[in-house]
């Protein structure tokens, strides 16, 4: 009997080691437990699978790393390992406890108190919902979830046990059992596209919220009454712009606190501001990001604005103005003001910006594209008839300037740069060239085409005026002429260049004659020269003779007329003397006197060598010789 208690005994007391070793469970450093209970006098309802207050099945309390005790008969204990998000991934929580979620709702709404979902009984209390949880558990986050209460969805792979007969339980769960592709729960990053080289910005669709207001095609937080308060109160539309483009992301962390987008009023659907730079922790279930290029202004460009959101159309454009209407910024429209230089990041969907070129723009009908631009693409070379019926091949070159001032006009009136090259300046250009070389011949208009090119720079300038675009130049580049025509014009050219050649002979053989009379004025250069030193030699002489006659001339006649006065004042004085002889002497004695007084100074001798005398006195004979002497 001893012995039977004995045994009795070793096997109890082995039975209770048994148990007690059964029930006793090493819980991993990052494991949790889940406890079950196998049976209870209370049960759980139909809608909640975590008991909280001894019922039977899984219960609210986790055993945290260690040695636990949970008795083996009442308790099963499962292990489970904590939660761990990697390095550039996010943790989507999903809880299969708390309250329904509302009609139409799509996510559970998220109090401060939840924390990071580690406390259930605080969850439950404080009105947790079942379903998606509007926060994400950022990388490197390692937390002991309930791993029935709720399910993390990682890119790898999805930690707890799902409840809901809607989960797929064939095989391990993954993001696929969700609906969601791998990249969906990684880390958004927003940054420059190394293939392209372009920057980026984030476009965001978000998939709950109250409806967009009527008309709206895109929500931004508050609408758009700060435009309309800053524009009564005289702001620029610089300031206007920089208001609008500047986002309210830090109202709700870009779009990472969902519960406070929608706190601020969030709408459902795209949104007007983007993600800039960086790296965001984002719902997949909540929100979806398009990348997209910024919107880039180079130097010599302005963007022209198209708005699709904000306030009414208020025309700004003036009542001249007929092509459409320009706005201010902030309203629907075209923006009177467009973006210069700078980045700006802008949404497509709710702006559209067409780049226009402030610098000349070179546009080209030819063969050659533009490689600056390329807006010259579909442009090719002129073909026209003269009025002959000779065909004409013509590229042309044409400069265009648009003011920045002016290009909301200019989009206003033709839409885009393209149709104002491809409609406007294609026909301008095209027609009237094809109009001027059809009312005048060939030959003219190859003689004439420094004019031509005059005409048309004109004309084309005149038409481009009516669109707010200055012309700068028009030039005719190349001109491929027909060949019957190029040999109608070599023929003629040929013949003026005969004409010239026989026109170069004539006057080399002109030449010629003046080159041989100047080389034989040349070769008597000397005589010449010699003649003509003697011509001048015997003219000057002449001259002196000449000068010499004049003067003894005047000489002789002045002489004459002095001696002429002094014979005659001498005569004069005489005749008074030989008067006064006469009265005194007597005519005979007076003509003596006045006789020998002669001789005596002539020289002639009174008395001769030989004196003979004849019959007469001495008187008479010396008065004979006298006499002789004065006859």
């Not at 009174?606 to 008479?620: D, K, Q």
């Amino acid at each position: 009997m001893l012995t039977l208690t004995l045994v009795v005994l070793a096997v109890l007391l082995t039975l209770a080691g048994i148990l007690i070793l059964l029930s006793l469970h090493r819980i991993g450093p990052t494991e949790v437990g889940l406890v079950t209970r196998r049976f209870s006098n209370r049960r759980l309802t139909d809608d909640n699978p975590i008991a909280f207050q001894g019922e039977a099945g899984y219960q609210a309390e986790l055993l945290m790393p260690g040695i636990r005790f949970q008795f083996c008969l009442l308790y099963a204990v499962q292990k489970y390992p904590w939660v761990q998000i990697p390095a550039g991934q996010i943790g989507v929580v999903i809880a299969q406890i708390g309250n329904p979620l509302p009609n139409g709702a799509k996510s559970a709404v998220y109090r401060q108190e939840f924390g990071q979902f580690t406390d259930l009984d605080t969850f439950v209390k404080n009105g947790g919902q079942k379903g998606v949880q509007r926060p994400v558990l950022s990388p490197g986050t390692t937390l002991p979830l309930h791993p029935v209460a709720f399910l993390v969805i990682t890119r790898d792979r999805v930690y707890g046990t799902p409840v809901s007969e809607q989960i797929p339980k064939d095989g391990p769960l993954t993001a696929a059992s969700f609906g969601l592709h791998p990249s969906d729960l990684e880390v958004v990053r927003i940054q420059r596209d190394p293939a392209s080289q372009q920057d980026l910005i984030g476009i965001v669709t978000v998939y709950e919220g109250d409806p967009l207001a009527s008309g709206d095609i895109a929500s931004r937080l508050g609408g758009y009454t700060d435009i309309a308060t800053i524009e009564q109160s005289a702001a620029t539309d610089a300031e206007i712009i920089e208001r609008l483009l500047s986002s309210k992301n830090e109202l709700h962390n870009s779009y990472q606190d969902f519960q406070s987008f929608l706190d601020q009023n969030g709408r459902i659907g795209l949104q007007h501001d983007p993600l800039l730079y960086g790296a965001y922790n984002l719902n997949p279930f909540l929100v979806r990001v398009e990348r997209v290029p910024m919107l880039v202004v180079e130097q010599g460009q302005v963007a022209v604005v198209k708005s699709y959101v904000g306030l009414p159309t208020a025309d700004t454009s003036g009542t001249d103005f007929k092509f459409g209407t320009l706005v201010r910024p902030g309203h629907r429209g075209i923006w009177q003001e467009p973006l210069r230089t700078g980045k700006y990041p802008i949404n497509p969907y709710c702006y559209k910006a067409e780049l226009v070129p402030t610098a000349i723009l070179t546009l080209n009908w030819a063969e050659r594209v533009s490689a600056a631009h390329k807006l010259d693409a579909k442009l090719e070379s002129i073909i026209a008839k003269s009025n002959e019926g000779f065909v004409f091949k013509m590229d042309l070159q044409v400069q265009i300037h648009i003011p920045d001032a002016r290009a909301p006009r200019v989009i206003s009136t033709v839409g885009t740069i393209n149709n104002l090259i491809d409609e406007v300046l294609q026909a301008a250009v095209g027609n009237h060239f094809r109009d001027t070389l059809q009312s005048m011949p060939a030959v003219r208009f190859i003689e004439t085409r420094q004019q031509v090119q005059r005409s048309a720079y004109e004309r084309i300038r005149e038409q481009l005026e009516a669109y707010f675009v200055e012309t700068r130049g028009v030039y005719i580049q190349d001109v491929i002429l027909p060949q019957d025509l190029v040999g109608v014009l070599t023929e003629r050219e040929i013949a003026k260049q005969e004409i010239a050649t026989f026109e170069q002979q004539k006057q080399a053989q002109l030449q010629r004659i003046e080159t041989e009379q100047a080389r034989g004025t040349a070769d008597m250069q000397a005589e010449l020269a010699k003649s003509k030193v003697g011509v001048n030699i015997r003219t000057n002489n002449a001259n002196a003779r000449k000068a010499e006659a004049e003067g003894e001339s005047f000489y002789i006649e002045q002489t004459g007329q002095a001696r002429g006065a002094e014979v005659r004042a001498v005569g004069l004085a005489k005749a008074e003397a030989f008067d006064a002889q006469v009265r005194a002497l007597g005519a005979n004695a007076t003509a003596l006197v006045n006789a020998v007084d002669s001789l005596s100074k002539s020289g002639t001798p009174i008395v001769p060598n030989i004196l003979v005398t004849g019959g007469g006195g001495t008187i008479e004979a010396l008065a004979a010789t006298l006499l002789k002497s004065l006859s």
